[in-house]
């Protein structure tokens, strides 16, 4: 139960588009459509994204879109504004059952 | 509203045990699966433990099997884990989180927090 990869920050100006990574195993994210993406401000609850590689939840700004190739999942965000300051989790469902989170990204609006 | 209120943290020495809850209101809570995650301070999201709505199906991580079990009381509407011979890793903020019935966690508690230190 290895922690999903993700970079550990990526930033870009208001406006940009930026993409964060989320690399798993053939067990995770290769062998299911289940990733998803959470938000967290500091001092908050995570808040959900997407779920299933590219479904927004009611609420989310189309800014945020999920895709997925192989073992890799990737969430961009379109348009960047200075509130999508945040760290940014992904998440999969796994062949035992469980569920794994990626490392986390630390995404800085300049 | 759709809401989850978790309690039953605290201060505990290692090899002690605390049990958590989670109240859960806003939605058919025996309809959906439950999930336990947790922070450590300054770090990222841990999965810790889910449990199916009829508390049939219960799965753990690797590093709390044998020493937390998951449960759940749905003529209560609340979700428990039970901590036991907890150890200074398992520092951390805890939150209970609903899960959408396609393995996403859509809502989720303010958390409480665990401190295993003598």
């Known amino acids: 139960q290895s922690a999903l990869t993700q970079p550990a920050s990526v930033s870009g100006s208001p406006g940009q588009s930026i993409t964060i990574s989320c690399t798993g195993t053939?067990?995770?994210?290769?062998?299911?459509?289940?990733v998803s993406w959470y938000q967290q401000h500091p001092g908050k609850a995570p808040k959900l994204m997407i779920y299933?590689?590219?479904n927004r939840p009611s609420g989310v700004s189309n800014r945020f879109s999920g895709s997925k190739s192989g073992n890799t999942a990737s969430l961009t965000i379109s348009g960047l504004q200075a509130e999508d300051e945040a760290d940014y989790y992904c998440?999969?469902?796994?062949?035992?059952?469980?569920?794994?989170f990626g490392t986390g990204t630390k995404v800085t609006v300049l | 509203e759709v809401q989850l209120l978790e309690s039953g943290g605290g201060l505990v020495q290692p090899g002690g045990s605390l049990r958590l809850s989670c109240a859960a209101s806003?939605?058919?809570?025996?309809?959906?699966?439950m999930s336990w995650v947790r922070q450590a301070p300054g770090k990222g999201l841990e999965w810790v433990s889910a449990?199916?709505?009829?508390?049939?199906?219960?799965y753990y991580t690797d590093s709390v099997k044998g020493r937390f079990t998951i449960s759940r009381d749905n003529s209560k509407n609340t979700l428990h884990l039970q901590m036991d011979s907890l150890r200074a890793e398992d520092t951390a903020l805890y939150y209970c989180?609903?899960?959408?019935?396609?393995?996403?966690?859509?809502?989720w508690g303010q958390g409480t927090m665990v401190t295993v230190s003598s």
């Open positions: 989180a609903k899960d959408n019935d396609v393995e996403a966690l859509d809502i």
């Open positions: 806003g939605f058919t809570f025996s309809s959906h699966a």
């Open positions: 449990i199916g709505g009829s508390a049939v199906s219960t």
């Open positions: 053939s067990s995770d994210v290769g062998a299911y459509n289940y």
């Open positions: 299933d590689v590219s």
């Open positions: 998440s999969s469902y796994t062949s035992s059952g469980t569920r794994v």
